[in-house]
């Protein structure tokens, strides 16, 4: 065999090892962004629950990712907990 095979063979184990071991890096980066991802997808979504009284129809109060209550959709600008608080005062109940 000529030392221009031998040199080519040489080069071409030594770009499939390099590439065998950035397959790897990249693999492992495309699994804990995938794990990062779908870990903090929860936290955009909000708690909400159903809330009435003798004197209102039924309306839908939820808390929101920044962490204040809207209304039906509508952010109060209040904290969540401070808003419940304030409607069960009033006589509201929240499921």
């Known amino acids: 065999m000529s030392d221009t095979r031998k040199g080519f063979k040489k080069t071409f184990f030594i770009f499939e090892v390099i590439n065998y071991s950035f397959m790897k890096k990249l693999m492992a980066i495309a699994g804990i962004s995938f794990f990062i991802f779908t870990s903090c997808k929860d936290d955009d979504t909000a708690d909400c629950r159903t809330c009435s009284s003798e004197i209102t129809t039924s309306f ?13 959709g509508q952010d109060t600008g209040v904290g969540y907990s401070i808003y419940l608080d304030g409607l069960v005062s009033e006589g509201v109940s929240c499921n």
Do not use: D, Q
């Open 60 to 72: 839908e109060l939820c808390k929101e990712s920044n962490g204040n209550a809207s209304v039906n």
